[in-house]
């Protein structure tokens, strides 16, 4: 399974965001769905059947020793002129905190991890094939101010490709499992 640890955002953050980025959607970019919008905390990529059990137990392990924190989705950035996305705002030591706790967890439990690099809380919004002057749409979403809501879990995700040659497809996300944040 194709595998990375998460903070989900619920789903009025999501429509806040939604009502943001539609002024600035356009065919220029390759845009990511919604249902796929979250905050990667540690991507593991193919996870072998038999490293579940213990990273399952060892992710546990790591949301029970973080204590519940807040956010907000904030501001927008890019990586290069490939990937435009939101950033964070809030609890960001905490959730640095939960994402090197993950990426331990998924060490221990024997997942290669070999893309390690410090933690920049980010959620994805679009795509350029080509590369592309993402700076104006980093811009106009710069302002950007989510309402806070409380991470109180941990989620592992399964990221199911899309089927090759099929124009258009997104990825699809499902959440395996997730364990609450400490009390």
Known sequence: ??????????????DELR??????????????????????????GEVRDELLPDLHARLARA??????????????????DRA????AAGGIDPMRMLAERADAAARRAGVPMEHHRRYTPHLTLARSRTGA???????????FEG??????????VRSNL???????????????????LAA
């Open 162 to 180: 899309p089927t090759a040659g099929v124009p258009g497809e997104q990825p699809r996300y499902e959440v395996v499992e997730a364990w609450p």
């Open 63 to 80: 949301a029970h020793r973080t204590e519940p924190f807040g956010l907000r989705i904030h501001g927008s950035g890019h990586f290069g």
């Open 19 to 44: 009502r943001a980025v539609a002024p600035v959607r356009d065919d220029r970019l390759r845009w990511t769905g919604e249902a796929g919008w979250h905050f990667t905390l540690a991507f593991m």
């Open 84 to 87: 435009l996305w939101a950033g």
């Open 1 to 14: 399974m194709r595998l990375f640890a998460a903070v989900m955002p619920p789903q009025e953050a999501v």
């Open 147 to 156: 309402t806070p809501w409380r991470v109180g879990e941990l989620s592992l």
């Open 133 to 143: 002057d993402l700076s104006p749409y980093a811009e106009a979403l710069a302002g």
